[in-house]
C-alpha cells in the first residue's frame, strides 16, 4: 500500500498525463531525463515550490510484495529487465537468468525466478528513506472500518506485529493490495483442508511431499494452473484438469489452424517461448498425445470434497447434469483466481468501489475511484497483472496528485497576491 508516493520532476510538463499513458505498459518514457542521461528515482520525498510533498509506504511483507509467496524457483513471464523499477537498472545485477525457449530453439526471452527478484527487490528498497517504510505493517482490519475518510484526510489504521495500533493521516490513498483472497468455489470441503491449495506455490509445496504416480486434480485453466501441471508434472504424478469446453475448443482450432484468441496461455500454441506454457496449451489441446500423465474434465465441475480428498465431480452437457463421479486425489488446486481483501474499508466505500456489473470503478486516466476522491487502485487489485502496466497506473495516480498540488499552489499564489493589494 502506498500512501501518497511521488516520484521526483520538473515543471516543464514531463510527467504529463499523455506521457503517463504512454509509459503505461511501453518504456517508462516519461520518467526518463534526457538531460540527467538517467530515469528520475521512483519513490522519493521531494520538495516542489517549497512545499513538501510526502509519501509513507506500508506493507505487511517485506519489498517484492507477492513474489515472497511465490516458489523461489517460480519463473517470470515476462522478460527479466521488465521486473526492474526505472531507476535501478536490474540489468547486470547478479540475476538469475534462463533463456526461453531452451536450445535448440532460437532464445526469444530470457526470463528469470522469485528468489532473485525478492533479492533486487530488497536491495532496491535499502536505497529508500527508512523512516517512510512501514514494512511488516498491516492496514488493519481489527476494527471495521479502520481507514475513513474525514473531511479531506484519509485516516489509516496500521497494525504491527505485536498488535500495537496508530493512526496515519494523509491526503492521498493509494492502495497497491494486489489479491489475496481466493475465488472461493463454495462448496463443502475446499476451505481449511491440508489436501487443498488455492496458489500455486501452496500447491508446489504440497506435491513436493507426494510420491511419483500420485494423482492431482488441477480446477482453472490460466497461468496458475498451467504452471501447477507443469511442476506435477515435473514431479512424475498424473493430473486430472478441468476446464471449459470453450477454452478446450480455443485451444484445439488454435493447435490445428494457428490464429489468434481470447485465452491468454492458449496463444503459447502460436510462439513457442516458453516450454511449460507451450506443453501444457498443446496437452489442453490434444489430451491423447500424453494420455499417461494427463486427463481431462471439459465441463466438469468438482461440487463436493470429503473426508479431506474425496471429490464428487459432475459432468454438465446441455445445462444438464450428465454424468457424476467420485475420485480419490493425492491433492487438489484450486486455480481459479483471486480478488482483492478491501475488509479495511468502510462498506460505503467497499461497495461504492465497483459497478453495478461487479468491474471496478476507476478513471481509467487517473486510476482515482469515481466515487471516493484521493483514492487511487494500481496493480494487481486494480486487474492489471503485469508490472509495467502497474508503473502505468502508479504514474497516471501520481501526476494526478502533482497537478491539483500544482493547482494548489497557483491559487495560494494569487490569493497572496490579492491580498497584499489590499494591504497596499
Ligand atoms: C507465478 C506468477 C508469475 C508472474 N510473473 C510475472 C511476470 O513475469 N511479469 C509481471 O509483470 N508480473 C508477473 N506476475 C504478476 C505479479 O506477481 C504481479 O504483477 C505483481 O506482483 C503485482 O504487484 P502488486 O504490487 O499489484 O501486488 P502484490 O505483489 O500482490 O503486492 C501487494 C502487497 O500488498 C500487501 N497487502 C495486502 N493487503 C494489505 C494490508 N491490508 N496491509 C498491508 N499490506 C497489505 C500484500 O500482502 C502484498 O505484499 C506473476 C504472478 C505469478 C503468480
Redesign the pocket.
Known amino acids: 500500500?502506498l500512501i501518497h508516493d511521488l516520484s521526483a520532476g520538473d515543471l516543464s510538463g514531463k510527467h504529463h498525463r499523455s506521457c503517463a499513458k504512454i509509459a503505461s505498459g511501453q518504456k517508462l518514457s516519461s520518467l526518463y531525463s534526457p538531460a540527467r542521461c538517467a530515469y528520475e528515482p521512483c519513490l522519493q520525498c521531494i520538495y516542489e515550490g517549497g512545499s513538501r510533498l510526502d509519501w509513507k509506504l506500508?506493507?505487511?511483507?517485506p519489498p517484492?510484495?507477492?513474489?515472497?509467496r511465490?516458489l523461489p524457483s517460480?519463473?517470470?513471464?515476462?522478460h527479466f529487465t521488465?521486473?526492474g523499477m526505472p531507476d535501478h537498472p536490474i540489468d547486470g545485477l547478479g540475476m538469475n537468468c534462463t533463456a526461453q525457449p531452451p536450445p535448440p530453439e532460437p532464445c526469444k526471452k530470457i526470463?528469470t525466478d522469485g528468489r532473485s527478484l525478492v533479492n533486487y527487490y530488497q536491495n532496491y528498497a535499502r536505497t529508500l528513506p527508512s523512516e517512510r517504510m512501514m514494512i511488516g505493517?498491516?492496514?488493519?482490519?481489527s476494527l471495521k472500518g479502520s481507514v475513513w475518510q474525514d473531511g479531506l484526510f484519509w485516516d489509516v489504521k496500521i497494525q504491527g506485529q505485536e498488535k500495537k495500533e496508530w493512526c496515519v493521516e494523509s491526503e492521498n490513498l493509494l492502495l497497491?493490495?494486489?489479491?489475496?483472497q481466493p475465488n472461493w468455489l463454495n462448496i463443502p470441503g475446499e476451505k481449511q483442508n491440508p489436501y487443498v491449495s488455492h496458489w500455486?506455490h501452496d500447491a508446489c509445496r504440497s506435491m513436493a511431499c507426494l510420491q511419483a504416480g500420485g494423482s492431482i486434480l488441477v480446477v482453472g485453466d490460466g497461468?496458475?494452473a498451467c504452471?501447477t501441471i507443469w511442476e506435477a508434472w515435473q514431479k512424475g504424478l498424473t493430473v486430472t484438469h478441468l476446464l471449459p469446453s470453450w477454452v478446450r475448443d480455443e485451444a484445439v482450432r488454435v493447435g490445428k489452424a494457428g490464429g489468434s484468441g481470447r485465452h491468454g496461455l492458449i496463444q503459447h500454441l502460436n510462439y513457442r517461448q516458453s516450454e511449460r506454457h507451450y506443453k501444457v496449451a498443446r496437452a489442453m489441446a490434444f489430451p491423447e498425445e500424453c494420455a499417461a500423465f494427463y486427463r481431462q474434465g471439459v465441463d466438469c465441475r468438482l461440487v463436493r470434497i470429503i473426508n479431506g480428498r474425496e471429490c464428487f465431480i459432475e459432468k454438465h452437457k446441455d445445462g444438464k447434469v450428465v454424468q457424476h463421479d467420485k475420485i480419490m486425489f493425492d491433492h487438489i488446486a484450486l486455480l481459479t483466481g483471486a480478488k482483492a481483501?478491501y475488509s479495511?474499508l468502510p462498506d460505503a466505500i467497499k461497495s461504492s468501489l465497483f459497478c453495478s456489473n461487479g468491474a471496478l470503478d476507476v478513471c481509467p486516466e487517473t486510476m482515482e475511484s469515481r466515487s471516493c476522491r484521493n483514492l487511487f487502485l494500481?496493480?494487481?487489485?486494480a486487474g492489471?497483472?503485469?508490472?509495467?502496466h502497474?508503473f502505468g497506473h502508479a504514474i497516471s495516480a501520481v501526476e494526478t496528485i502533482r497537478g491539483r498540488e500544482r493547482v494548489r499552489q497557483m491559487g495560494d499564489c494569487r490569493r497572496n497576491r490579492i491580498e497584499s493589494m489590499e494591504c497596499g
Open positions: 500500500m506500508c506493507s505487511d511483507q517484492g510484495g507477492s513474489w515472497n511465490y517460480q519463473s517470470t513471464l515476462s521488465e521486473m526470463v505493517k498491516v492496514v488493519s482490519a497497491a493490495i494486489g489479491r489475496t500455486t497461468f496458475s504452471d481483501d479495511f494500481l496493480g494487481f487489485c492489471e497483472a503485469f508490472l509495467r502497474t
